[in-house]
């Protein structure tokens, strides 16, 4: 494993217990998380974390496909740059048994809260490392763009910065139409309405390939399980879809980064490695140079 040690069962829940001892590093298998077992979570936790009590923490959701240990380590090197840890939840695909593959995307599924699973991750992976976490760094690509963009409407405090990597579908800031299309009744289903002073504060960064022009996955239909009016109206296409999301943000005042990548289609590498230098800006140098080679 990673950097010569693994995190496993050996992390014992509790601050206490957790730092009870010289801290494990390395990286983790999926952890089931307690706050619900159908989930879990995997951790990268670069060596030289050893003596500090608070970190940044970087989490990297996994698309469609679930590639969690892809997501993790697309920032393994990055975390050992500037001395960060790394978290890859777990959202398993069909979790109610009704053929749902897509619920963590939109936030909310029957009875689950996706936002607040996150919540519970992160606060477990504290109590697991010793460690304390301010507001995070969050990356998504693919379905984990969903849910990155969706996160920064409900929890922008809890954020230091987002990346949003070629997402099929966008939630747009609109008091006209209902979630997920918009924003009109978010506060109904969530419990809390967009914080746009909140979100300003929080730099965005989107990302996606020139070529990611597929869209037969990710046209909306009548009938499907997500469908409502308007579903396709930020635009035929991911590219679209996300200038969209761009115009639509800074609208409404906020920083955004936008990477268009030549030569790339719909790739986790290329857009992961636009996000590092995103997160390297946020982060800032002086920390890369602390915790560099």
């Not at 494993?1 to 010289?22: K, Y």
């Not at 940044?56 to 920032?75: C, I, K, N, T, Y």
């Not at 991750?121 to 984990?144: I, K, N, Q, Y």
């Not at 790339?264 to 920390?287: T, Y």
Request: hydrophobic fraction near 40%; glycine fraction near 10%; charged fraction near 25%.
């Amino acid at each position: 494993m990673a950097d010569g040690g693994v995190l496993e069962a050996d992390l014992e829940t509790g601050t206490a217990a957790a730092t009870a001892g010289p801290r494990r590093t390395g990286t983790t298998p999926v952890l089931s998380c307690r706050a619900d077992p159908r989930f879990g979570y995997s951790l990268c936790v670069p060596p030289r974390l050893r003596g500090i009590d608070r970190v940044p923490l970087l989490v990297a959701v996994h698309g469609s496909l679930r590639g969690v240990e892809s997501s993790r380590d697309a920032f393994a090197d990055f975390a050992r740059w500037h001395g960060a840890v790394v978290l890859a939840p777990l959202f398993p695909a069909d979790p109610l048994g009704d053929g749902n593959e897509d619920g963590y995307k939109y936030m909310v599924e029957g009875d689950i809260r996706y936002d607040r699973l996150l919540l519970a991750m992160v606060a477990e992976a504290e109590a697991r490392t010793g460690l304390g976490f301010d507001r995070f760094c969050l990356f998504g690509f693919s379905g984990g763009a969903h849910f990155a963009h969706r996160f920064l409407y409900l929890h922008p405090e809890r954020l230091r910065a987002v990346s949003v990597g070629a997402p099929g579908s966008v939630t747009l800031i609109d008091p006209k139409r209902d979630w997920w299309v918009g924003t009109r009744d978010i506060e109904r289903i969530f419990g809390r309405a967009p914080d746009l002073e909140a979100m300003r504060r929080v730099p965005v960064h989107l990302a996606i390939g020139d070529s990611d022009l597929e869209t037969a996955s990710i046209t909306h239909r009548p009938g499907s399980r997500h469908w409502m009016t308007d579903a396709n109206r930020a635009g035929a296409n991911r590219i679209a879809r996300l200038t969209s999301l761009r115009r639509n943000l800074q609208a409404q005042g906020l920083a955004v980064r936008h990477n268009i990548i030549p030569g790339a289609a719909h790739d986790l590498v290329a857009v992961a490695e636009r996000a590092r230098d995103f997160f390297h800006d946020v982060l800032g140098p002086a920390r890369a140079s602390a915790f560099g080679a």
